[in-house]
């Protein structure tokens, strides 16, 4: 009985890490657009709040290993679209109720692109990691709001309300219906390094014990070969 409600409580303590939004497979659909390019198939999604709520992380999974940069055609486009409460929200295209855009183009360099719709405002940050079928794009915190003072800190994270939407010419793959609805989860954080062993005061006296019992160790061997040795 102990062991299964350990069990149960482990699980609940993992879940917040564990969610993500399925995408079904197979569901890239034709877009307005010019060329025939094919959209990568985007089959689940993770967005997190990581760094200590300073940043936030998207780790998306396609069906097909990644092909960076793309360079049949156009390169294909990823964009994170996401709605912030606090900030007007616009509708246009594909896109529906959304004021800011993480975005990427596979690209020779795919960096990282920021852009703040009400404010007219962009930035750049580094290009995700690309590794096979997944690609992980993180951005700090202060570059989806407008942080005048660059505190870093981003308190508003968890409000926000984030989709996925992959394009290539003229294929589109959204994840659900395309509107920005999934929130971001507090993330693993990774654990705090070991402190390091004291070496004042009674630390000093410890290390200080051990040196001397491995010198007085060190010397009953030898004295012990000696005697034998005569």
């Known amino acids: 009985m102990g062991t299964r409600r350990a069990r149960r409580w482990f699980v609940v303590a993992l879940a917040p890490i564990l969610v993500a939004a399925a995408d079904p497979r197979d569901d890239v659909t034709g877009c307005a657009g010019a060329g025939a390019g094919v959209a990568p198939d985007l089959v689940e999604a993770r967005g997190e709040i990581v760094e200590l709520g300073t940043s936030a ?20 486009r990823v964009d994170i679209a996401i709605h912030d409460p606090g900030v007007r929200g616009f509708t246009f295209g594909y896109y529906r109720n959304v004021n800011r855009l993480v975005r990427v183009d596979a690209t020779v360099h795919h960096r990282t692109e920021i852009l703040l719709l009400p404010e007219r405002a962009q930035n750049v940050f580094n290009p995700p990691i690309v590794a096979g079928r997944s690609m992980t794009i993180q951005v700090p915190g202060r570059t ?22 992959v ?13 920005p609805t999934e929130p971001l989860v507090v993330g693993a954080e990774s654990p705090p390094p070991a402190a390091p062993l004291e070496t004042g005061g009674a630390g000093r006296w410890v290390w200080g014990g051990a040196a001397v019992a491995g010198a007085l160790g060190m010397l009953a061997v030898a004295g012990y070969v000696v005697r034998r040795a005569r």
């Open 144 to 165: 989806l709001s407008d942080d005048e003072d660059l505190t870093g800190t981003s308190p508003g994270l968890e409000e926000l309300r984030w989709t996925v939407m």
């Open 167 to 179: 394009r290539n010419e003229r294929t589109c793959d959204f994840l659900g219906d395309g509107r």
């Open 57 to 76: 992380r998207w780790k998306l999974t396609f069906a097909e290993p990644l092909v960076v940069p793309d360079a049949a055609g156009h390169p294909f």
